[in-house]
């Protein structure tokens, strides 16, 4: 008994083993990167995706995740002559990262193929976001991938207002840069860092796993407690807007724009939910963007429109249709909108 139970868990790893890169994410190397002066995916690997969508992403220079290569800096005469491409920053968190989308067909490249096809001028688009980055890790960037990078214009993927809901960085020292070697993710399965993970991580929350039971008395007020901590203010929250929107304009005195695009439609306890609930949280920063000079293209509309087409911009075929991450048809949406309102626009073709 012992001997068959010993084969096959042998034999079941290996299943695992060989089956698993049609099922389990990759686990890539990071490295440190002086332009962006973040910790970033190894440039010249690639990034396997499975969660949502199957999708193999290149990494290229500065992290870039799906552009393996950077535009040509313009000379001296073409910035003079004002004939240089924009070369603009994509801004986000996993939304703008689409590493569940393939890279023909991610967000920068959407906007530049649409810049192109709607005569709009050249565009280089250089993907920066990252997974879990909010308003403060985009803000200590700007200056930065202008300087290095050669960046022209800026435009921020807001899908969740809570990413400008953040208060600036308390610690001013100036922060040196990790010594990052041996790292064992390049040298482990994929599937043993996956298990590991689940075991400790619960996938639901991002938090540790807890038991699925506890000692003492149920405590009724947990809920109702958790609500009310979670509930902000209106005028702090109008606030918190302002200050963070002002940070952004402070950053750059370039071009910002600020693309919202929430979960809205959003498929949700087997219903169709059609309103954002965030609708007064984004009539603020709204707003607050008129008065700094910041533009804001609003795609909920386009959003409502393609869902009553019958197509979803969230949501893939091994998850859940209407909800999730963006999709190649949200991506497209985004594009079409963003370019649309560059149309005739000088920024989109010389800067």
């Known amino acids: 008994m012992i001997a068959r139970w010993l084969v096959g868990m042998i034999f079941g790893t290996l299943i695992v083993a060989i089956t698993s890169p049609l099922f389990v994410r990759s686990y890539v190397p990071r490295q440190w990167d002086d332009a962006r002066q973040q910790i970033i995916l190894r440039p010249g690997d690639s990034y396997r995706w499975r969660s949502e969508g199957y999708a193999t992403t290149a990494i290229g220079p500065h992290g870039m995740m799906g552009r393996t290569s950077l535009p040509t800096r313009p000379s001296a005469t073409e910035r003079e002559l004002e004939t240089s491409p924009a070369t603009v920053a994509l801004w986000g968190d996993s939304q703008a990262e689409g590493v569940s989308v393939a890279d023909t067909n991610k967000l920068f490249r959407q906007i530049e193929r649409f810049a192109d096809q709607r005569a709009s001028g050249t565009v280089h688009v250089l993907p920066l976001g990252k997974s879990g980055d909010d308003a403060n890790a985009w803000i200590a960037q700007m200056p ?41 993710v390049g040298k482990l399965p994929d599937f043993l860092l996956q298990a590991a993970k689940n075991l400790v991580i619960d996938d639901r929350n991002g938090g540790p796993r807890s038991l699925r039971f506890q000692v003492g008395p149920v405590n ?15 005028l702090e929250q109008r606030s918190n807007f302002v200050e963070t929107l002002t940070r952004i304009r402070e950053a750059s005195d370039r071009d910002v724009t600020l693309v919202y695009a929430p979960r809205s439609p959003v498929v949700f306890a087997g219903g169709l939910r059609w309103h954002d609930p965030d609708a007064t949280s984004f009539t603020m920063i709204r707003e607050t963007c008129e008065d700094l000079g910041i533009d804001v293209i609003d795609c909920r509309q386009a959003f409502r429109e393609m869902v009553q087409r019958g197509v979803f911009p969230h949501g893939f075929h091994n998850g859940e249709i209407g909800n999730g991450h963006l999709n190649e048809d949200g991506y497209r949406v985004i594009a079409e909108q963003l370019i649309q309102s560059w149309k005739g626009d000088t920024r989109g073709a010389t800067e």
């Not at 990078?149 to 809901?165: A, F, K, M, S, W």
């Not at 600036?168 to 840069?177: G, I, K, L, N, Q």
Request: charged fraction near 20%.
């Open 220 to 234: 009724s007020d947990t809920d109702l407690t958790h609500q009310m901590n979670e509930a902000v203010d209106s």
């Open 144 to 184: 930065l991938v202008e300087d290095n990078l050669g960046v022209t214009n800026h435009v921020i993927l807001l899908c969740e207002t809570v990413d400008l809901l953040v208060q600036p960085p308390t610690d001013t020292t100036e922060y040196s840069a990790p010594v990052i070697t041996n790292d064992p």
